[in-house]
Nanobody, 126 residues
Framework: VQLVESGGGLVQPGGSLRLSCAASGFTFSSYAMSWYRQAPGKERELVAAINSAGGLTNYPDSVKGRFTISRDNAKNTVYLQMNSLKAEDTAVYYC????????????????????WGQGTQVTVSS
């Protein structure tokens, strides 16, 4: 299983970025996918989730209305469109596939298919 995140960078508050996660080594279209982020000194948190077919999505209140997760099963890629970025969105962003039956929210009930890679750094600053 390999998950490679890309698309991060430095952006001003109010700006936009589109992250990509290229997946390989498993049947991508069979798994729900999620995006996470981890800021320095903070725990990893879920920022977006999408089901295997792409028809169902879920977001925490902190990013709802600003972030949009999507996927292209033909390209084995999941995306995160981030608009109206704020300084508090600064973090390293990761993607992963929650195992069926486990919670996508980091915690004792969560398990993931892949290991955590290097992620992609998003810095929102003027």
């Amino acid at each position: 299983v390999q998950l490679v995140e890309s698309g991060g960078g430095l952006v001003q508050p109010g700006g936009s970025l589109r992250l990509s996660c290229a997946a390989s080594g498993f049947t991508f279209s069979s798994y729900a996918m999620s995006w996470y982020r981890q800021a320095p000194g903070k725990e990893r948190e879920l920022v977006a989730a999408i089901n295997s077919a792409g028809g169902l999505t879920n977001y925490p209140d902190s990013v709802k209305g600003r972030f949009t997760i999507s996927r292209d099963n033909a390209k084995n890629t999941v995306y995160l469109q981030m608009n109206s970025l704020k300084a508090e969105d600064t973090a390293v962003y990761y993607c992963n596939a929650p195992l069926p039956g486990s919670s996508p929210i980091p915690g004792p009930r969560s398990k993931w298919l892949g290991s955590w890679g290097q992620g992609t750094q998003v810095t929102v600053s003027s």
